[in-house]
């Protein structure tokens, strides 16, 4: 199975908050962000992984560059205008029967995240999407589930949603084509893409992830180093 790594954002919420470091290079456990994701994709199975950076942070590729030599890494340095199109980037290198993509500022338990991988390993359905009852993120996206934890909607409100996505996606490569359509009609958002990967009538499940940080803010790196330890 392929990853892929987006990280072509400028992690400006923490360089305003007087954080030194580039977003990826934030230590985890002692190990930096992007380096622990990659870790832990490979410790999942994973045949190779996909990582797009902005190349703003030249300390960023530098450690990519290095990690590349050992693990069986694609690297793409490139800016681009939104997650979406940094996602539309990696697919030549997803192309594969199944993939999982996550942001690298997003901060889960490896054990929830194995158990996840086993499950999508088996799965018949059309895709796994990580969910999160812990409501961190400034804009949510709320993920309406029901008892057997099947999705039925994505949504701005609450509306009821005990859960609400985490940002790791687990599909088969048919979620590709559906991409290359969001990004055909203009579309930027990757609530959109989830949005339309229902509407393609692709049946996708929700996986309950535990707690779940996004690193946006100095305050949330004391949160992180909990949350991965679990």
């Not at 199975?1 to 954002?9: D, E, H, P, T, V």
């Not at 393609?200 to 004391?222: T, Y």
Request: charged fraction near 25%; proline fraction near 4%.
């Amino acid at each position: 199975m392929r990853f892929g790594i987006i990280s072509a954002g400028e992690g400006s919420r923490l360089a305003s908050e007087g954080f030194s470091q580039p977003k990826p290079l934030v230590p985890i456990c002692g190990v930096p962000m992007i380096e622990r994701l990659a870790r832990i994709m490979m410790d999942c199975g994973a045949e190779r992984i996909a990582v797009i950076v902005n190349g703003e942070n030249p300390e960023t590729v530098n450690l990519l560059e290095r990690l590349a030599v050992e693990l069986p890494m694609d690297l793409v340095v490139r800016k681009t205008p939104s997650p979406m199109h940094s996602l539309m980037e990696l697919v030549p290198y997803l192309d594969s029967d199944r993939f999982c993509v996550t942001t690298v500022d997003t901060v889960f338990s490896e054990s929830r995240f194995r158990l996840m991988m086993d499950e999508f390993s088996k799965t018949q359905l059309d895709g796994l999407m990580g969910v999160t009852s812990l409501i961190d993120d400034e804009k949510p996206l709320y993920v309406d589930a029901d008892a057997d934890m099947m999705i039925r909607g994505f949504h701005d409100t609450q509306d009821g949603c005990r859960f609400v996505s985490a940002g790791i996606y687990a599909l088969k490569a048919d979620a590709l084509k559906v991409l290359e359509g969001c990004i055909g009609s203009n579309q930027t958002r990757m609530r959109y893409f989830q949005r339309q990967l229902l509407e393609s009538g692709m049946r996708l499940k929700a996986f309950d992830m535990g707690q779940v940080v996004d690193v946006d803010h100095v305050s949330d790196v004391h949160r992180a180093q909990e949350i991965a330890k679990l």
